[in-house]
């Protein structure tokens, strides 16, 4: 019998399936599909199937974070 929660997170990963990266995210599959379409965060393809590097999940936090704290540039009709 299997123990482990359900959201545990298994450290030997290299690749995830987009819904395991959404889960890891606390977002909608829908919405990880839109990131990666973007190109926001990265994907490769594998055969037919769409896997997101598991070091690809705290990069894109990071750069979200960063984009978030910068302040916006300042405009000559602002100053």
Known sequence: MDTAPADAFDNTL???TVEEAARRLR???TVCYRLI???????ITVGH?????????PEFVT????AQH????????AA
């Open 49 to 57: 199937l769409r896997r997101v590097p598991v070091d690809a999940v």
């Open 14 to 16: 290299v690749l995830l």
């Open 70 to 77: 910068t302040p916006a540039p300042m405009t000559a009709a």
């Open 37 to 43: 379409s973007s190109g926001e965060l990265e994907s």
């Open 63 to 66: 750069r979200r974070r960063e």
């Open 27 to 29: 977002i909608g599959r």
